[in-house]
């Protein structure tokens, strides 16, 4: 059986889809970008500012799952310019600890709304 998971704390989904999905102890979270929550716009600032807003958006989604950041086995990141890849790794670091989880990375020519960056992660509540 599937859980829809919400949190008022990370932007509104912008079409056909839910912010994660939980089925027994794994949460699926959709890609986030890097809207601020209260405006549901782009936050304004570098590509790191926009990785942060990122972090935290993903946050208040796996905190509503009743997990955290240790619970996060595989992580997805798309980034419109993969020169970026240095400060994505730093800010990653700063929310997550060693052993780190999967990753994988991306180039994309553009994202939703001219972000620089969204990423998306699976979650294994208790891992």
């Known amino acids: 059986m599937?859980?829809?998971i919400h949190s008022h704390h990370a932007p509104a989904a912008i079409g056909a889809y839910s912010q994660a999905v939980r089925v027994d102890n794994t949460v699926y979270l959709s890609g986030q970008i890097p809207l601020d929550p209260a405006t549901g716009e782009l936050v304004a600032g570098?590509?790191?500012?926009?990785?942060?807003?990122?972090?935290?958006?993903?946050?208040a989604v796996i905190e509503a799952a009743g997990?955290?950041?240790?619970?996060?086995?595989?992580?997805?990141?798309?980034?419109?310019?993969?020169?970026?890849?240095?400060?994505f790794n730093q800010v990653m670091a700063r929310f997550m600890n060693e052993p780190y989880p999967a990753r994988a990375a991306v180039g994309v020519a553009s994202l939703p709304k001219g972000a620089l960056v969204e990423a998306e992660a699976i979650v294994v509540l208790g891992a």
């Open 2 to 4: 599937k859980e829809i």
């Open 46 to 59: 570098d590509f790191a500012a926009q990785a942060e807003q990122v972090f935290k958006n993903l946050q």
């Open 67 to 87: 997990g955290s950041f240790a619970d996060v086995v595989k992580v997805n990141a798309y980034l419109t310019d993969l020169s970026h890849f240095a400060t």
